[in-house]
């Protein structure tokens, strides 16, 4: 892939760290046009309330952080952002997956997020359960489309497939959330916070980050670069995440604050407080610019989402 010049690329002008925002939002837009595309594909596609609430859960407001890392990854190798747009999407639909499942009341058995109804409780848990499953083959099947697109080869199609579908299972997220299950009512050390992170909030985040290298066709070098950020950033965003559950508005957060409290998670804040917690995030921050900058991965845009992640209000 080429690096655009043209100056009405946004995402190709230099973005200092304070332009964070302005990489969410961009990527936002970007996203959200595709999902919208999907929901109303799936409307149509799907007969009856299954396909109404397939389309709802597409439709889920939020901030777009994980499309925001895979952009901006593409463009830390020299890639066009602009290019790899589906690929984000394929990423924002695992993520919806793991909510709708991680809201449902066998799991934490929330009633509200991203300011709106879950989906079990706007339909109910047998549909919200089968939409879940559902959107991961129509994630597979929107990465797939994109790899075409890029020209990937065969063997690097495949290798996306698998940061995406491992973040998304056993060995990511939902080996995560079973592990966070287990732990309630437990009291974790940090080792045992971090192997509980690591799949269900952390897979996801290191795989966009890794994700958008692969798709721009970086080296080997920068794709271990760009996974030793992503493993960190992953981490700071699970101990930033704390750190607003315990201190944030369910008006501010669009979900139920205080949840991790009432299930008796174990929590950086429990364990460290919450000024120990903003250290332990702001640590993990360091350490990810610092595995780009070793390696010679441009750092600006994951460095403003780095900074972004750690100090976001919602």
């Known amino acids: 892939m080429t690096r655009a010049h043209s100056a009405s690329n946004p995402w190709m002008a230099d973005h200092p760290s304070g332009h964070a925002l302005r990489l969410v939002e961009e990527a936002r837009e970007l996203v959200d046009a595709r999902l919208e595309a999907w929901a109303q594909r799936m409307s149509h596609e799907v007969p009856g309330q299954l396909g109404e609430a397939l389309a709802y859960a597409l439709r889920s407001p939020g901030k777009r952080v994980r499309p925001a890392l895979v952009l901006a990854a593409v463009r830390a190798v020299g890639g066009d952002p602009l290019t790899a747009v589906d690929v984000a999407t394929a990423v924002e639909i695992v993520h919806t997956y ?75 997220m939902v080996g995560g959330q079973w592990l966070d299950l287990e732990a309630e009512g ?89 000024e120990g917690a903003r250290a332990e995030a702001a640590r993990h921050e360091q350490l990810a610019i610092r595995a780009l900058e070793v390696s010679g991965v441009q750092t600006e845009s994951l460095a403003a989402l780095a900074r972004y992640i750690v100090t976001r209000a919602s």
Do not use: W
Request: charged share 20%; aromatic share 4%.
């Open 98 to 172: 793991s909510l709708v499942h991680d809201d449902l009341p066998c799991m934490d058995d929330d009633k509200l997020r991203r300011g709106r109804p879950t989906t079990h409780c706007a339909f109910d848990v047998a549909t919200a359960t089968r939409v879940g499953f559902l959107l991961v083959p129509l994630a597979a099947e929107v990465l797939s489309k994109a790899g075409n697109s890029l020209g990937l080869s065969a063997e690097e199609q495949q290798s996306l497939a698998v940061e995406l579908l491992e973040a998304g299972g056993i060995r990511g």
């Open 186 to 274: 437990a009291h974790l050390d940090l080792p045992g916070l971090v192997a509980v992170h690591q799949g269900k909030t952390g897979a996801l985040i290191r795989a966009a980050v890794v994700i958008g290298g692969i798709a721009a066709r970086a080296t080997p070098e920068q794709v271990f670069a760009l996974r030793a950020y992503g493993e960190e950033i992953g981490l700071a965003f699970q101990v930033a995440d704390d750190v607003l559950d315990a201190t944030a508005t369910s008006e501010t957060l669009g979900k139920t604050a205080g949840r991790d409290a009432a299930l008796a998670k174990s929590t950086y804040v429990g364990l460290l407080g919450v």
